[in-house]
């Protein structure tokens, strides 16, 4: 089945660590993004991703980093710089070719404690 | 004020009722229209696409846009207790999914 794997589900981290979401498509996509979602509000792009080996940042880049070595990964890295970390976190992809349907994953729902 | 405002509901209807959801836009450079349906705990899934204004619609769904009032709709026929989720409105100035600009979402529940 083709589709777009988060992982881990939940995630709990310590004030002060890095901690890295991991996503893995297998649709052939060549355009990859993350969203965080916060109760009450939309979908918030953070990085988004047209290719590999290049990435852009979306509206709320500060405190996150993103690498893109290869088309079926795209993992986020939410570092210590990040304020307000506790968040679902959304990954999604999309042919990238004049298409504007993207396809998510399940989330990752991540809390510091 | 917020490029796109929606109700957050909740709102609860009745098995078999007809359900209107509605977002507004202040950005008369939107073009395509979308309508996301996402179930508690899980990643949203796009129902509904349009491309300017007019109707489409899918079997028990309807999505309408009137880009004059910057005012969107998604109608949902038959209400049944599966359509329960949180539907997202979405919307962007040209094709890339990177310019998408989310609703907050509504939450519906649909009692059997």
């Known amino acids: 089945d083709g589709g777009i794997t988060q992982s881990p589900k939940y995630l709990f981290r310590k004030e002060g660590q890095n901690v890295t979401l991991s996503c893995e498509q297998n649709?052939?996509?060549?355009?990859m993004y993350w969203y965080r979602q916060d109760p009450g509000q939309g979908l918030r792009l953070i990085y988004y991703s047209q290719i590999v080996n290049d990435f852009q940042k979306g509206d709320i880049a500060e405190g996150y980093s993103v690498s893109r070595e290869k088309k079926e990964s795209f993992p986020l890295t939410v570092t210590s710089a990040q304020k307000n970390p506790t968040a679902f976190y959304l990954c999604a992809s999309s042919t990238g070719q004049m298409n504007t349907e993207a396809f998510f994953g399940q989330g990752t729902r991540l809390t510091v404690v | 004020q917020k490029e796109v405002e929606q109700d957050p509901g909740p709102l609860s209807v009745p098995e078999g009722a007809i359900v209107s959801l509605n977002c507004t836009y202040s950005?008369?450079?939107?073009?395509?229209f979308m309508w996301y349906r996402q179930y508690s705990r899980k990643g949203p899934e796009l129902l509904m696409y349009?491309?300017?204004?007019g109707n489409k619609e899918d079997g028990r769904f309807t999505a309408q846009v009137d880009k004059s009032s910057k005012y969107i709709s998604l109608f949902i026929r038959d209400s049944q207790p599966s359509d329960s989720a949180t539907y997202l409105c979405a919307m962007s100035e040209d094709s890339s999914a990177s310019k998408i600009i989310f609703g907050s979402g509504t939450r519906l529940s649909i009692r059997p």
């Open positions: 950005n008369s450079a939107f073009q395509y």
């Open positions: 649709l052939n996509h060549d355009a």
């Open positions: 349009t491309y300017s204004s």
